[in-house]
């Protein structure tokens, strides 16, 4: 039989396996940062470039709604293109003007300049959109209160639309008709005790409502609600909540005084015993009978409640005059 091959050593005394394979590719020489007595170049080329936004907070929403108001209020929808499931673009023109106003359910809205690939067929939401709101103008855009909601409105009366764009959590795009009726959306899902899917009516969210009633309030109002914030002085005082534990104390005095003044004797000389190998069998016996009274009485085997005499004392003498 062959004899086994034994790896060889280098004159390094490492050892080096006859069957490894030895690699081809040769390798870049050492740099200059490595070389003894140089300093390090800054390595600009290795930083990570900036990252953008992921999705839009309140204030990017109340800011680009502001914007969208200025560039295609009153622009009509030529066409609606769709880039994926959840990506849509509106090619708003008028007046000589054409805006191309991208929407993507739950991260973003705003116009584009950047020519992107669209595909021939629109899918199914894309048709009903254009079935819908193409050539119609857009009549308004507003924030739903301080929600990252957008209400959309094409068209006046009976034959207007609404396109709501949700921009939260998963997302949304809605259609609707003048009455908030849900004729088309991206997905279903339920929004707190509604369910939102084709048929039903939108339903806004307590978000919505709060910024109508700060825009009805007067300014002597808002005054009044800043002062109160900023100095609690002014703030109503509220009265001090009865206490429940002086209470249930009030209640359990009125059932039998003379148990609460026996219990309140046990208590005590539980306390006061010491406890250690001599007194182990007597506290045994007076918890024992501490808890027999306490269920008497209806507590809890382990209440936490501290009886006071003066109560215990005034109740005792209430039941000696009756």
């Known amino acids: 039989p062959p004899s086994p091959r034994i790896p060889r050593r280098s004159p390094s005394g490492h050892r080096h396996h006859p069957a490894a394979p030895r690699c081809s590719i040769p390798l870049d020489p050492p740099a200059a940062h490595h070389r003894r007595g140089t300093a390090r170049a800054p390595d600009t080329q290795r930083r990570p470039a900036a990252m953008g936004k992921g999705r839009m907070s309140l204030l990017d929403v109340r800011a680009m709604v502001k914007e969208l108001r200025a560039k295609i209020l009153s622009l009509r929808a030529g066409n609606i293109y769709h880039l994926n499931q959840r990506t849509y673009i ?42 819908h709101i193409k050539s119609v103008r857009l009549e308004s855009i507003n924030q739903v209160g301080v929600d990252r909601v957008i209400d959309l409105q094409f068209g006046v009366g009976d034959r207007a639309h609404h ?24 997905r279903s899902h339920d929004l707190g005790e509604s369910h939102v899917t084709v048929g039903k009516t939108y339903v806004f969210s307590s978000k ?9 309030a007067t300014t002597a109002q808002l005054a009044r609600i800043f002062a109160h914030a900023l100095d ?11 206490d429940a534990k002086a209470e249930e104390e009030v209640k359990v005095v009125k059932r039998n005084p003379k148990l609460l003044e026996k219990l309140k004797a046990l208590e005590i000389q539980l306390q006061r015993t010491q406890k250690n190998k001599a007194t182990n069998a007597h506290l045994c016996s007076v918890r024992s009978r501490v808890a027999k009274i306490r269920k008497e009485l209806g507590l809890p085997p382990k209440s936490s409640l501290s009886f006071d005499s003066n109560a215990i004392s005034s109740s005792s003498q209430a039941e000696k005059e009756t």
Do not use: C, W
């Open 208 to 216: 919505s409502q709060s910024l109508e009633s700060l825009q009805k």
């Open 232 to 242: 609690p002085s002014l703030r109503p005082q509220r009265e001090p909540e009865p």
């Open 90 to 131: 509106l090619k708003m023109q008028g007046g000589g003007r054409k805006v191309m106003l991208i929407m993507e359910s739950g991260i973003r809205i705003h116009t584009t300049k950047f020519v992107r690939q669209k595909d021939s067929m629109p899918n199914s939401f894309a048709t009903k959109l254009r079935k």
């Open 163 to 186: 396109v709501i764009l949700e921009l939260y959590a998963k997302g949304n795009i809605i259609l609707t008709d003048k009455d908030y009726k849900i004729l088309v959306l991206l």
